[in-house]
């Protein structure tokens, strides 16, 4: 009884022992395969993508920061759409699958100072009903460190959007990818005038490796030469249009809003540090804090488990 009681914990702890911006089920070696120009992402390669649809329909993109919460643009969200609307579907790379993991929406927090106009502070998180149970396949991205480096050593754009530029019909079921390549901002506002401090741009010299239609909300990805983990640095914004060469995409700057994402949570009674499996989300005020680097170490249960599993069967 004692074992099969410490094979539960095990079996427990392994459900729930997941790091941001880690890719358990992806092993290979990611290649610059060319979403405008893009290919079919492999399975797991970016397991914290969600398609947020509307009807069962898809029609923005997402990303997984925790098990409660969904990020992603605020024009995906805005003119009176209600949670009752949405739901969100992960997991998978091919939205046609008959199996899809999907959760409701029980709350939409827009960025109170978002502009349609400007397009600023296109922000907003989607707080589910239900928490996520993290696999191989669904796991959650890393908010961007407080002080990022001067370059990050590999950029991804991905999304279920369209993938030629003027044809609404060429959205596709497979979730597609393309490289990015971060740009100079003083460069980029000399070609966008509207371009603010809390946008940066991202595309390819001499390619027309773009976001398109569907693909808003969605995450552009970044890591370091040095380590495996990928850290979420841009939401899929707005353009100039689709695939132009030369010509960037604009994306929302994650790291100009760590702090706005923490408060939300808290006062949603969701935390980012929350252990509780499931309690009523009762408004609470935000508390202060100073750190907006917002990675949650992962927890070693399963080696603890592994270390006493001698001891208490001696």
């Known amino acids: 009884m004692l074992l099969l009681s410490i094979l539960l914990l095990m079996s427990q702890a392994k459900g ?57 643009a605020a024009h995906c969200v805005e003119n009176e759409i209600i949670p009752t609307d949405l739901s969100v579907v992960m997991g998978t790379n ?6 899809l993991k ?3 929406v029980s709350s939409i927090v827009l960025h109170k100072d978002f502009k349609k106009l400007s397009m600023d502070n296109d922000i907003a998180l989607l707080l589910l009903k239900s928490p996520i149970q993290f696999n191989d396949v669904i796991t959650p991205i890393c908010m961007p460190r407080q002080a990022g480096p001067t370059t990050w050593h590999e950029c991804w754009v991905t999304g279920w959007g369209q993938t030629q ?3 609404e019909n060429s959205m596709t079921d497979d979730l597609m990818k393309v490289p990015m390549v971060l740009m100079d901002w003083e460069e980029c506002s000399k070609v966008f005038l509207k371009l603010t401090k809390n946008m940066l741009c991202a595309g390819y010299k001499n390619k027309s490796y773009d976001a398109c239609q569907g693909d808003s909300g969605g995450p552009l990805v970044c890591s370091t030469e040095n380590e495996k983990r990928w850290y979420q640095v841009g939401i899929i914004s707005w353009g100039r249009s689709c695939g132009e060469k030369d010509t960037p995409g604009i994306y929302t700057l994650l790291e100009n809003y760590s702090l706005w994402v923490q408060k939300v949570m808290d006062i949603e009674g969701r935390p980012f540090y929350a252990k509780q499996k499931s309690t009523p989300a009762n408004k609470q005020k935000p508390r202060s804090s100073q750190n907006s680097q917002l990675l949650e170490p992962g927890r070693p249960r399963l080696w603890l488990l592994l270390c006493l599993l001698p001891s208490m069967l001696a």
């Open 102 to 104: 999907v959760k409701r």
């Open 94 to 99: 091919d939205l046609s699958s008959s199996s």
């Open 16 to 72: 729930v022992h997941v790091e941001c911006g880690e890719r358990p089920l992806f092993e290979e070696v990611t290649q610059y395969s060319r979403i405008i120009e893009g290919t079919e992402a492999k399975r797991g390669e970016f397991p914290w993508q969600v398609s947020i649809q509307s009807r069962n329909i898809h029609y923005c993109g997402g990303s997984i920061i925790n098990k409660w919460w969904i990020l992603t």
């Open 165 to 167: 530029p003027k044809n």
